[in-house]
């Protein structure tokens, strides 16, 4: 019976670190996944017609406002 809080006591911490090194592990395979997807669908056609969509808006957003107020206030 005196070994009997042994094979709880340790373990416990024991566990806690696998666990630990386990989750590490998975948001590390999550990660590299997400990367992978990331990737491809930048690649794909899908991909580059929004980056295309990003770049022209960003184009416009440029060229609109050419130094004069978003608002303009009349009196009278």
Known sequence: MGCLPCFGGGNKEERKEQDRLASAEARAKAAEAAQKRQEQFEQSAAGRAVRAQIQAAA???ENS????????????
Not at 65 to 76: A, I, S
């Open 59 to 61: 184009k416009q957003s």
């Open 65 to 76: 406002n050419k130094g004069e107020p978003v608002l303009k206030w009349q009196v009278g």
